[in-house]
């Protein structure tokens, strides 16, 4: 299903309706950090409070809390000012809104007929030992969240395995690890620049001082 809103083109999943999540239960909504809900406020800011930008700051809260959590939900609808149920049903609306937090990169795996046939499982299997999961969800660290879907629409390519917004075709369990290790690697060079350049900065400030 593909709408437009704010010229913005959006493709959804209509997954139908959900009960939002409660604190603690589905893996557990997390209690906001100042930090984090200075966050939240800078993303509302940079929205008029009309209506019509509710799944654009739906999207932009997504895309930074990897989730949509309570609290912003909350200021959300006061800021919009519509009822906070509003909010949710539209929240739940679309799968690619969680309520439930999810890790930085989302491993989709293809379970449709012919990505099942060509073994499909056993990559599962794989990926779900390799990140230390028991079943699909999400890993301790919040960097994976493993989910099972049904055809991708690239059959011909089975068995496929999605990360992010990026296909992995003929995926083998021999595989699994190599493709999962990309996703690390960059985790890690991103930390890696960050830590290099707070080094520069403490030098910096020693010189000066
Ligand atoms: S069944 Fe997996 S892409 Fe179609």
Redesign the pocket.
Known sequence: MQAGLDGRVLTFTKAGFAAPACRGTGGGTLVMTETELQQADSILGQFDDRRANLIAILQDIQAHFYYLPEDVLRRLARKLRIPLTDVYQVATFYRCFSLVPRGRHQVQV???????VRG?PRVLDRILTDLKLGAPGTTRDRQFTVLTV??????G????VRVDNKTHPHLTQAKVRGVLNKYRLKRQSQEEVASAEEAGDRDATAQVG
């Open positions: 293809c379970l449709g007929t012919a990505c099942h499909a049904r055809c991708v629409g690239c059959c390519l089975a068995p496929v």
